[in-house]
């Protein structure tokens, strides 16, 4: 008699939106996860089977986890100010600056930051700022993968804010150790993939770009940037030397396929074909970008070849209401809806494209058997999500995170019905009030009187 399968934990009649294009969508789907991996999806359950814990799911979608690849968490601390001032916060005066952050206020921050990602569905947030050491001990405790890393520049960021770029090479070796003494604490965590986060090509000279480059290729590490984030940098760079961030980063031997590039606003069509012929990735980051009147040229990259992944940045960390962003932009671009952006694009973004622009591709991003399950589980039974026409379509167009229920990473249940189960929400978020309270009282500023 055949022994029947065991799960620890089993799915029941959701809806699967798998990010398989062989297989995009599962209607009563049976989702089973032995050792931390699915071993089963399918239309019927096994003939025989036995589950620890059991999930019914009737008019749920579950989703591969969202692969967030480009955040600033202690940025929470900037929430609701920074979007309207015109300009990324590190480069704005008056507003509380990275290297104005103690450690206690770090942790607070970082673990807001997680926290709220979490919540709608990210199960992997590629975090660098300062305190990177600091921030990826509190997000870690979350329960999510990471690929964190330190923010790496040999500027000095205090002169940056009143326009002055003074590079000292003092500082870069300062942020290049952190971020290498980063790789060597957590290379053997199985949920952290740490990166060297080198901040931009006007914040890094060309010498240290190729260090950060040798060091990074050294070790197999991904390379996280701001790529054509503002005017300040094309102008900046091209004063410096003569060329386009692109072609510095070439130049400087980091334009390849460990490559995520941020932003991509300012990238010619050269430089997006030079993109896509190096393997290069674009992080694109919609809100945060249109919210500063500004629209990267998604179409162009998209059409140049070039893997697009998603992030939040900043703002918010709402990665289903990013994929509408993603789309309506790229909509408005191209003047008009066509096949080459459609909701399954933009879901792409959120999980294959960010799973392949870490390297990660064959362990997450969808759902597949054999793959880390790392799932998402969004109730469908909401009314602006029905009905169950086209529940890919309703959910980029109408969901929320706020309608994500349960997450999973590994098979590890980090979210129950809303709520995380291994920090208690209420503290984090006391915690992160009253770091953000000090950072602005130190400005001169309480806005909470």
Known sequence: MTEPLHFDLLLLDAIALTADPARPEIRGAVLGVRDGRIAWLDAQPPAQYTADRTLHLADHFVTP??????THSILSMVRGVAADLGFAPSYTPGIPKGTQVDEAQARALARLGALEALLAGSTLVGDNFVHADICTEAMVELGLRLAPSWRIHDVDFARVAHGDWQHSAAIGQATLGAGLALHARWQNHPRVHVNLAAHAVDTC???????????AAARGLRVSTHLGQSKVEVERVRERTGRSSTEVLADTGLL?????GGHCIYVSEADAHRMAAAGAHAVHIPKCNAASGRLAPTPMLQRAGVNMALATDTQHGDMVELMRWALATARVQEGGVNDGWQPHHVFDMATMGGARALGLEAEIGSLAVGKSADFVVVDGRRPHLRPHVNPLGALVHCGQGRDVRHVAVQGELLVVDGLPTKVDMDTVCAEAEGASRELWGAQGRDYWR
């Open 205 to 215: 000279s060309d010498a240290f770009l190729r260090e950060v480059g040798e060091a």
């Open 65 to 70: 986890g969202f692969v967030n690849v480009h």
């Open 256 to 260: 390849n396929e460990r490559l995520m």
